[in-house]
């Protein structure tokens, strides 16, 4: 046990350091405005040579940093919570292979090396989410590995698109994608590949479903790294959405993602789907502000989510861990009496997820909200960003109060207490990030400080929004207005708000049923029909009743042994006769 526990906290020393020097030198890289492109020649042959390129300049040096921290934490963090697990060093190579991956997308300005990465990640995400090897697992994984692999046929679709210039180096043709009729193809294909790999609608059903992975898995996937390749592979390709019809799309698509994960979280009971679906809900809200050609607030919202978005995860695992493996919130209740370190870093977390003033979500969220009503967007749009906001507050009030209020709903003998130090450790040092993460960015960020001059009205709306929506998540919370609310008289209602729009059901049932049907009616037609008849059966039935005919002849009968060879006698003193 003491080799795991050293083997863990190696990593986490030396993932941790290699995460400040990258942030040290982001900071650098920023204040200086350098970019240094290396070049590898991995192979020279004749007049052919393959070159491996990399990008590195502040943006992709400060989410790597972040990236190896909440992976180092992550890492700490596994070190007790799978510390029943005999396989744990697998574990651990698995979430570094993730990491690996990860960075190989973010370095990457040639769509080979991008692949790498993209394709890197969702192998490894399919044996991470099939770690635990239940059937639950197997439907999810499958759902994950097939949903992404639309968004890699798109990849490569641009790949071999870009076969026409001479070179996969993207970032060499970013200014052809504003009026080029072929790059805008290439764009498209790309937004495609980006919209399935950070579960923009159609393709969101994967992304609850992919909670059957491990939590730790699930803290550092859902905040910085497979969810948000869609998001950071957007905010390289930002050029190409400025003022464009596949901006207003992505811009429409998004919004309704993010509308519909608020809404269906807040008919969710399961801890650990109602955080995927605001991870939902917030990539939804990068994804709309991305499109409208805000890439550095879109960036700045996705450094605060990694920060809040991955201590919910951890917080949300230590109280999974405590409740013996029950996810269900209405199980719980009273949690702050018994775990009052996890409860609060939980409650900062949330807090933060909301957008309440000086937590880190309240920098970007704030600011890209402002940013909305300042921008020209139609009042649908309108109404979607603010109407998220609302129920982003609405079911994390929610959550707060079936969790943490009342009384202890599970077993009584059920002893709960805070986690061990190592898993206290990593929620206490992301809980202090989560407060501090976002002042702190917008400080490094943004240089010169921009006042946004909105009426008085409109810039105390984002406040008003939040605080209605916390008032009606406490309503739809309370015992009385709760059983009028979700009686069985409105359960079509809650279950179709609460099902994300039949879209698991469309992903899974809906697309498999057809091929599936079929399948199975060719088979019974083909091989179970005429061409068996006349192929191989008949062929089987008349080669079995030839050798019962046969078997007649030799089942020991002396009589017919006498006939067969007194027969056998005249045929030969026939043939002898003829012959002479």
């Not at 993932?15 to 290396?38: E, G, H, R, T």
């Not at 919570?81 to 990491?99: G, H, Q, S, T, W």
């Not at 083909?526 to 008349?542: T, V």
Request: hydrophobic share 55%; charged share 5%.
């Amino acid at each position: 046990m003491n080799m795991l526990v050293n083997y863990c906290k190696m990593r986490f020393y030396i993932l941790i350091s290699m995460s400040f020097i990258l942030f040290i030198l982001s900071l650098k890289f920023l204040l200086m405005n350098l970019v240094y492109f290396i070049e590898w020649e991995v192979v020279s042959l004749h007049s052919m040579s393959i070159v491996m390129t990399f990008l590195f300049d502040w943006m992709s040096l400060m989410f790597m940093s972040f990236v190896l921290l909440i992976s180092s934490l992550v890492i700490f963090y596994s070190n007790q919570y799978m510390a029943e697990d005999f396989n744990i060093n697998r574990f651990i190579l698995l979430v570094l292979m993730f990491v690996m991956s990860m960075m190989m997308l973010i370095i990457s300005p040639n769509l080979i090396s991008i692949l790498l990465g993209w394709d890197g990640l969702g192998l490894v995400s399919y044996c991470l989410v099939i770690y635990f090897q239940n059937i639950k697992s197997y439907n999810a994984c499958m759902l994950t590995a097939l949903s992404n692999r639309i968004g890699d046929v798109a990849l490569l679709l641009a790949i071999a698109w870009m076969l026409n210039y001479g070179s996969w180096n993207y970032i060499f043709y970013l200014d052809m994608m504003k009026n080029n009729f072929e790059m805008m193809i290439i764009g498209g294909l790309v937004m495609l590949a980006a919209m399935t790999k950070s579960a923009q609608i159609p393709f969101s059903s994967w992304l609850p479903a992919a909670m059957a992975a491990p939590t730790p898995v699930s803290a550092l996937v859902h905040s910085s790294t497979l969810v948000t390749a869609g998001v950071i592979l957007l905010i390289r390709f930002n050029v190409f959405l400025n003022n464009s019809w596949k901006g207003q799309f992505l811009l429409l698509v998004s919004g309704l993602t993010m509308f519909m994960a608020g809404l269906g979280a807040n008919f969710e009971f399961d801890l650990k789907k109602i955080i995927a679906l605001s991870t939902l809900s917030q990539l939804g809200l990068m994804m709309s502000i991305l499109s409208m050609g805000f890439y550095k607030l879109a960036f700045f919202h996705f450094l605060t989510h990694a920060l809040f978005k991955s201590l919910l995860f951890m917080c949300a695992g230590s109280i999974i861990h405590n409740m013996k493996n029950a996810q269900d919130i209405r199980l719980m209740g009273g949690l702050n009496m018994s775990m009052p370190l996890t409860c609060s870093c939980f409650n900062i977390a949330n807090l933060a997820l909301c957008g309440v003033p000086f937590l880190a979500g309240f920098y970007s969220k704030d600011l890209i909200l402002e940013m909305v009503m300042f921008s020209y967007v139609n009042v649908f749009s309108f109404f979607l960003f603010f109407f998220s906001t609302g129920l982003t507050v609405c079911y994390s009030f929610r959550l707060v109060y079936y969790s943490m209020t009342g009384d202890f709903n599970s077993r009584t003998l059920h002893f709960l207490n805070d986690a061990g130090w190592t898993m206290s450790f990593s929620i206490s040092f992301l809980t202090v990030m989560a407060i501090i993460g976002g002042s702190m960015l917008s400080w490094l960020m943004f240089f010169n400080p921009a006042m946004i001059c909105l009426p008085y009205h409109l810039k105390l709306l984002t406040l008003m929004v939040c605080m209605l929506g916390g008032f009606i998540g406490y309503l739809i919370s309370h015992g009385n207005f709760f059983f009028i609310n979700k009686s069985l008289v409105y359960y079509n209602f809650s279950f179709f708000f609460g099902c994300i729009y039949f879209m698991p059901m469309i992903s899974t049932v809906g697309v498999a049923s057809w091929p599936l049907s079929l399948g199975l009616y060719s088979y019974k037609i083909f091989d179970q029909g005429w061409s068996e008849y006349f192929g191989g059966q008949m062929l089987y039935n008349q080669l079995k009743n030839y050798s019962l005919y046969v078997q007649e002849f030799q089942n020991n009968n002396l009589k017919i042994y006498l006939l067969s060879y007194m027969l056998l006698v005249i045929i030969l003193v026939v043939m002898m006769m003829f012959l002479n």
